[in-house]
């Protein structure tokens, strides 16, 4: 029957007896303590003067590209983009991409063949998830940030492996021991693709770039959604590649490419960033400021996403609540989205935040836990 929704009902009312029902709200007032906007890019002036002026002085940038990048779509900006991408992280190419989603899609959905095993980080952002599943080749999971059981793993497989991790992880706000990763990589020959969506802008140019593992790594994913106050992603990899993609990845070749003001605030965005260093160090202090208030967290020391255990769903939105009340916007995780037992209130620092804020929300959030 046409109109019969009853199946997506049924689901949707599970959802809401359990607790996990997703609705859009209006993004509400408040001091941010929940975006990924970690330098404060999205909402600066000055940069945002920069891209006026630049759309101003060629209004084209703002109509759409025509077409996907093989056909009508491959503008003069994207192309010089990517090279100026390239250079800076030091690797051979670039290949834009309108979101980190597509990237990731586009990457771990066609590299990998039939014969292959692609072996992630059981905490791996859900893209690499949903890519795995347009691929053929084998998916495993190994424990988080674990590499012995990456290795255990590794040993017993014998096609080709591609290992995908995070540098920063979104949750748990902690890092991959990405040393030790490729160590064992090396070892047994497999393929390393690291994303660095939290880390980019954050650690400079991200720990790849930090640590020169350029030669290690056979891709790196940044986007620039986050600390870069824009939008749309980079693969970081070798020509061969790039190539490869450019020619049997369908994220990327059906879909119109965005249009040049994207990419023309992304390369503005790197200008901003290197001009502005002041921004990150600030970000460094307020890390400093929220973690000397001594809260129990499994976050890294130096990251910007650091999560509060409140092991109860009701204690948590209380928590929330409350912040909320007293102007704060944080992210409640519940359970079942993580396990039981390990529900947080999920926080990002910023440039912006200020001193007495930091202090404000700590002091809330100790009388909870
Ligand atoms: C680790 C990670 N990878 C990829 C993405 C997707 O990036 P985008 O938001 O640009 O699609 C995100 C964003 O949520 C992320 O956290």
């Given at each position: ?94 290949l ?6 597509s990237a990731n899609l586009a990457l771990f959905s066609t590299l990998p063949n039939?014969?292959d095993?692609i ?12 890519a795995c599943?347009m691929s053929l080749a ?24 591609y ?30 693709i ?24 056979l891709a ?15 693969i970081?990899t070798?020509?061969?590649v790039k190539s490869y993609l450019i020619n049997f990845a369908s994220p990327f070749i ?116």
């Amino acid at each position: 029957m046409l109109n019969d929704f009853h199946h997506f009902q049924e689901a949707l009312e599970k959802r809401k007896e359990s607790g996990t029902l997703r609705i859009l709200r209006q993004k509400e007032q408040g001091i941010d303590f929940y975006s990924n906007d970690y330098l404060g890019l999205a909402g600066n002036k000055d940069f945002q003067k920069v891209l006026l002026k630049n759309i101003s002085e060629n209004p084209q940038l703002l109509s759409g590209s025509t077409g996907s990048r093989l056909i009508s779509g491959n503008s003069t900006m994207v192309t010089e983009t990517e090279n100026f991408i390239a250079k800076e992280h030091q690797y051979q190419s670039a290949l834009l991409f309108p979101s980190g989603y597509s990237a990731n899609l586009a990457l771990f959905s066609t590299l990998p063949n039939r014969h292959d095993t692609i072996i992630v980080d059981e905490q791996i952002h859900r893209s690499v998830h949903d890519a795995c599943k347009m691929s053929l080749a084998k998916k495993l999971k190994f424990k988080h940030n674990d590499p012995e059981h990456l290795e255990q793993i590794l040993k017993r497989q014998d096609g080709s492996c591609y290992v995908g991790i995070e540098s920063l992880y979104s949750m748990d706000g902690d890092m991959a021991p990405v040393k030790e990763i490729i160590e064992i990589i090396e070892k047994y020959k497999a393929k390393l693709i690291v994303d660095e969506a939290h880390a980019f802008g954050v650690f400079g140019y991200g720990l790849v770039d930090k640590f020169q593992l350029q030669e290690k790594v056979l891709a790196t994913v940044v986007t620039y959604g986050k600390a870069l106050g824009t939008h749309g992603a980079a693969i970081l990899t070798h020509d061969i590649v790039k190539s490869y993609l450019i020619n049997f990845a369908s994220p990327f070749i059906y879909s119109t490419s965005a249009h040049d003001f994207l990419w023309m605030s992304v390369k503005k965005g790197y200008d901003f960033l290197n001009m502005n260093s002041e921004l990150s160090i600030k970000l460094k202090e307020n890390i400093k400021i929220f973690r000397d208030q001594h809260l129990k967290s499994p976050s890294a020391e130096n990251s910007p996403i650091q999560a509060i255990i409140v092991p109860d769903n009701h204690q948590l939105k209380a928590l929330k609540e409350t912040l909320l009340v007293n102007g704060f916007l944080t992210y409640a995780v519940f359970s079942p989205t993580v396990k039981e037992g390990t529900e947080r209130l999920r926080i990002c620092l910023h440039s912006f935040n200020t001193e007495e804020e930091i202090l404000e929300l700590t002091r809330i959030i100790k009388k909870f836990v």
